[in-house]
């Protein structure tokens, strides 16, 4: 079976908004939810240089949109705008640091660059085949 991501690549910035959209209203469900448990205490444990484990999530879902997607870079860096200043808002109206608290929300967007390039990287290498 051959991988081809043509179909995902040929989505309209429409449908992916909506799909932005819908993952995100998830997310934020999802994150309310986990916050006091095991895996919303793993995620903001810290990490020697990432920050935390979060950071490390942003690396590797912004990879695979880099390497699925990878001529759709400023579209996915706006969805994370868009994110990061959702996540600032509810850190300051809920006073609550599982949201982000000091520069978070700014090292997350370069986790995201840094994780889409690489992924754009690892699909346009000469070494790796993927076409």
Request: hydrophobic letters at 50%; aromatic letters at 20%; a negative charge.
């Amino acid at each position: 079976m051959e991988f081809n991501t043509d179909d995902l690549q040929s989505m309209s910035n429409k449908d992916l908004i909506i799909l932005a959209t819908i993952g995100y209203a998830i997310s934020i469900v999802f994150y309310i939810s986990i916050k006091n448990k095991f895996a919303g205490k793993l995620l903001s444990s810290e990490v020697y240089f990432f920050g935390n484990v979060s950071r490390l999530t942003h690396i590797f879902s912004y990879m695979l949109l880099g390497f699925i997607f990878p001529n759709r870079f400023i579209i996915f860096m706006t969805f994370g705008l868009i994110w990061e200043i959702i996540e600032f808002m509810f850190a300051t109206i809920y006073k609550d640091k599982y949201w982000g608290e000091g520069n978070d929300n700014f090292l997350d967007l370069i986790a995201n660059a840094v994780g889409f390039l690489i992924g754009y990287i690892i699909r346009n290498s000469d070494a790796i085949y993927f076409q």
